[in-house]
C-alpha cells in the first residue's frame, strides 16, 4: 500500500476543512485517485502524524462515511498545514525534477497499488506535463519488462500492471535495494528513503534471521542478509495486503524436498509471533526459496557437475583469450563455490544480486570479458541467460587471477651507476633483497657501457645519473645511497613499468576515423572493420567476432563504446577510434566515440595501462568533449600522453 504523499495530504486537507459538508470516503478516494478501502487504511498509517501536528481527520456522526477535521491544537495544526507540508511537498518536487527520482517513484506507485491509475492524476501528482510524463512512462514500461511484468491501460479508467506476486516483489526489491545499506565498520544495517520510517520493522526482521541462522549453522554475508531481510519485509507487506503468494505445485513440492525447511519454517513462526500476521504453507516455502538461493556453499557441496562446468569454462577461456588457468587451484574453489548456489538459483529463476555490477562492468571489463565467456559455458548447459549481476561476480574471481599471474611476471633491470663497481653492486644487492620477488635478473654498467648493452632485453633502467639519450625503455633516476625514500621510488617504478608503454604503437593515423556517417551500431562497426580491412590484414571472421561478442552484451559506457572481438583472433595488435559527427544509438547509451580493439596474447602484459585510458576516458566527460570538438588523431595521443605522464608522477610522489 503507498502513503500518501504530501501534496495529496495537502489536497485532502484543504478540501475536507473547507468544504461546506463533510466530504464522504468516497469522495476523498475520488479526489487523491484512490479507492474507498486504501483511503482508509492510509489515514490509519498516517493517524500518529496528523496528533504529532495537532489535530485528526475522522468520520462525523451522523453523516455516514463524511470526513471531518477535529483540531485539537491551533498552532500545530496551522503550522504544519502552511510550513511544513508545503515545505515538505517542495523538497519531494525539488527531488522530482531529476528523471531517475520520478522514475523510482512511478515504478513504485504502480507496483503497491492494486487499482487504476489515471495519467493525468499521476503526471500532477509528480507536477510534470502529460509529455515529460509519456517519457517517463517509457522507461517505466522498460524496466517492467525486465520482470515480464507489463501495464495495462484501459480507456477512461487509467493504467495498472499486470504481473504475478513473485515478479512484483522481485520488482519492488530491487528499486528498494538502494534505501538499505550496511555499515562497513560495525555490520548494522543503514536506511534511508521509503523504508527508513520502517527501520525498527527491519531490524526485527533481521534479528529473527540472525537468530535463526545462527541456530541452524547456516552462513551468510551481510549483503545477503540484507537481500533476505528486505525481501521478507516485503512479503510482510503484500500479506498485510492480503496479497499472499501462491507457487505452482510443483515448485512447491521441489522447495520442501530443500534442505532449509526448518530453517525457514523457524522464520516463519517468529516473524507471525513478532507481527501478528499469518502464513501460508506458500510463503513458507518463499522464505525456503531465499534461503537455498543465497547460502555460501562449502567445498563439499562441489559435486562433478560443477568440477566439468569449471572444466568447460577454462578451455573456453584457454581457446579465446590463451589464458591457462588449470593449474590455479584457488580459482577453481572460487569460481566452484559461486557455481554450486547459481545452480540452484537458475532451477528456481532468482538471481543474486550484485550492488557493483555497473563498477565492475566499467573498470575491469577484460575480466567481465572472460566471464561472460564462462558464464556462456552455464547458459548453455542450462539453456538459460546469466544475469549481469552474476557475471560481475565471476569478473571479480578472474580479476584476482590475472592479478597473480601479472604478479609472477618478474623484470630485468639494469642499473647504471657512476660511483663505480662497488656503489653499483650494493645498489644492486639492496634492490634485489628488497624487490626479489619482482626481479628475474639484474646487470650493471656506468654511463659510457651503456652504448654496449641490448637495451631491449631490459625491462627498465635505474640510473643514478641523468641520462639524456632517447632510449627504448623506461629509466628512473635514483639516488647513489639506497634509502627508504629509494625504496618507495623502486617501487613505484616496478609497478608504473606497464604504464610507460609508447603511444607511437597504441594510436595510428590510417585507423582513426571522423567522418563516418551511421545510423545504428551494426552500421558503424561494419564501416569501421571495412576500413581497418584496407590498411591491416585481418582474418574473415573479424566483422563476425566483433558482432557476435556485441550481441553477447552491449559494449557501451555512457557517451563510450568499446567493441572487440570475442576473443583472441588477431596476429597483430588494432586499436581503431572513430569520433562521429553526431551520437547514435547504442544499448541503452548515446554514443559519439567508438574505440575498436583487437589484439594478440602478450597485448595485455605490454600495455595494460591502455586499459586504464579507456577507463579514464569513459569517467571523464571532459575528455570525451575535447576528442569531439577536436576529432583529430594528435587530440587522441596527446590525451594519452597527459594521462600517462599523470600515472607517471603519481608513482613517483
Avoid at 575528455?623 to 600517462?644: A, C, D, H, R, S
Amino acid at each position: 500500500m503507498a502513503r500518501l504523499n504530501e501534496n495529496q495530504i495537502l489536497k485532502l486537507i484543504q478540501c475536507v476543512s473547507d468544504s461546506e459538508k463533510p466530504l464522504t470516503c468516497s469522495d476523498c478516494a475520488a479526489l487523491l485517485g484512490t479507492n474507498v478501502s486504501t483511503l482508509k487504511k492510509q489515514l490509519q498509517q498516517l493517524k500518529p502524524v496528523f496528533e504529532k501536528n495537532g489535530f485528526k481527520i475522522q468520520g462525523k456522526t451522523g453523516h455516514g462515511n463524511g470526513l471531518t477535521i477535529v483540531i485539537e491544537d491551533t498552532d500545530k495544526y496551522w503550522k504544519y498545514r502552511n510550513e511544513i507540508l508545503p515545505q515538505q511537498r517542495m523538497n519531494q518536487l525539488t527531488s522530482l525534477n531529476d528523471q531517475k527520482n520520478r522514475v523510482r517513484q512511478i515504478e513504485k506507485r504502480f507496483l503497491l497499488l492494486d487499482h487504476e491509475i489515471s495519467m493525468d492524476d499521476l503526471a500532477e501528482m509528480l507536477a510534470i506535463s502529460k509529455s515529460q510524463l509519456n517519457k517517463d512512462m517509457s522507461v517505466v514500461k522498460a524496466f517492467f519488462r525486465n520482470y515480464g511484468i507489463e501495464i495495462q491501460s484501459k480507456p477512461h479508467h487509467g493504467s495498472r500492471i499486470i504481473a504475478d506476486e513473485i515478479s512484483r516483489r522481485k520488482c519492488l526489491a530491487n528499486i528498494l535495494r538502494s534505501d538499505i545499506g550496511v555499515d562497513e565498520e560495525n555490520g548494522m544495517m543503514m536506511y534511508s528513503g521509503a523504508v527508513a520510517k520502517y527501520m525498527e520493522k527491519l531490524d526485527d526482521i533481521r534479528e529473527i534471521v540472525l537468530s535463526a541462522a545462527g541456530e541452524y549453522g547456516y552462513s551468510l554475508t551481510d549483503l545477503l542478509i540484507q537481500d533476505i531481510v528486505l525481501h521478507l519485509y516485503i512479503a510482510m507487506i503484500r500479506m498485510e495486503e492480503g496479497k499472499g503468494i501462491v507457487l505452482d505445485e510443483d515448485m512447491k513440492h521441489a522447495l520442501l524436498e530443500e534442505p532449509h525447511r526448518q530453517l525457514a519454517a523457524q522464520i516463519m513462526h517468529q516473524l507471525q509471533k513478532k507481527f501478528r500476521i499469518t502464513c501460508s504453507i506458500d510463503e513458507l516455502c518463499y522464505i525456503i526459496l531465499h534461503l537455498s538461493t543465497k547460502q555460501i556453499a562449502v567445498q563439499d557441496e562441489i559435486n562433478s557437475d560443477v568440477t566439468n562446468i569449471i572444466d568447460e569454462m577454462f578451455a573456453v577461456i584457454q581457446e579465446k583469450y590463451h589464458y591457462d588457468f588449470s593449474d590455479n587451484l584457488d580459482l577453481r574453489i572460487a569460481l566452484s563455490l559461486h557455481t554450486v548456489p547459481l545452480l540452484k538459483r537458475i532451477q528456481f529463476h532468482q538471481v543474486c544480486h550484485n550492488p557493483f555490477t555497473e563498477e565492475i562492468q566499467m573498470q575491469y571489463f577484460r575480466e567481465y570479458d572472460i566471464a561472460l565467456h564462462a558464464c556462456d559455458v552455464i547458459g548453455r548447459r542450462y539453456q538459460c541467460k546469466v544475469a549481469e549481476d552474476e557475471v560481475a561476480y565471476y569478473a571479480l574471481h578472474f580479476k584476482i587471477a590475472l592479478d597473480s599471474l601479472k604478479a609472477k611476471e618478474k623484470k630485468k633491470i639494469l642499473i647504471v651507476c657512476t660511483s663505480g663497481k662497488a656503489t653499483s653492486q650494493i645498489l644492486r644487492i639492496n634492490i634485489c633483497n628488497k624487490f626479489g620477488d619482482q626481479i628475474e635478473s639484474i646487470d650493471t654498467c656506468n654511463l659510457f657501457e651503456l652504448e654496449t648493452k641490448d637495451i631491449g632485453a631490459f625491462d627498465c633502467i635505474f640510473s643514478t645519473v641523468p641520462i639524456n639519450a632517447k632510449l627504448p625503455i623506461p629509466v628512473f633516476q635514483i639516488k647513489t645511497f639506497f634509502d627508504d625514500s629509494s625504496s618507495k621510488h623502486v617501487g613505484q617504478a616496478l609497478r608504473a613499468i606497464s604504464n610507460m608503454a609508447g603511444n607511437e604503437e597504441l594510436f595510428q593515423k590510417e585507423l582513426f576515423f571522423n567522418d563516418i556517417q551511421a545510423a545504428d551500431k551494426d552500421e558503424i562497426i561494419r564501416e569501421m572493420v571495412a576500413r581497418i580491412s584496407r590498411v591491416r590484414t585481418i582474418s574473415d571472421d573479424f566483422l563476425a567476432s566483433v558482432l557476435e561478442r556485441e550481441q553477447m552484451q552491449d559494449t557501451s559506457f555512457g557517451s563510450v563504446a568499446f567493441p572487440h572481438t570475442n576473443g583472441i583472433i588477431s596476429n597483430e595488435d588494432i586499436i581503431s577510434c572513430a569520433v562521429l559527427p553526431q551520437p547514435v544509438n547504442w544499448g541503452n547509451s548515446r554514443v559519439q566515440i567508438v574505440i575498436l580493439v583487437s589484439y594478440r596474447e602478450d597485448f595485455v602484459k605490454k600495455h595494460d595501462t591502455f586499459f586504464e585510458f579507456v577507463l579514464e576516458l569513459i569517467k571523464k566527460q571532459g575528455m570525451v568533449n575535447k576528442l569531439k570538438t577536436e576529432p583529430e588523431i594528435g587530440t587522441l595521443i596527446g590525451l594519452y600522453q597527459e594521462f600517462i605522464r599523470e600515472e607517471h608522477n603519481h608513482g613517483n610522489q
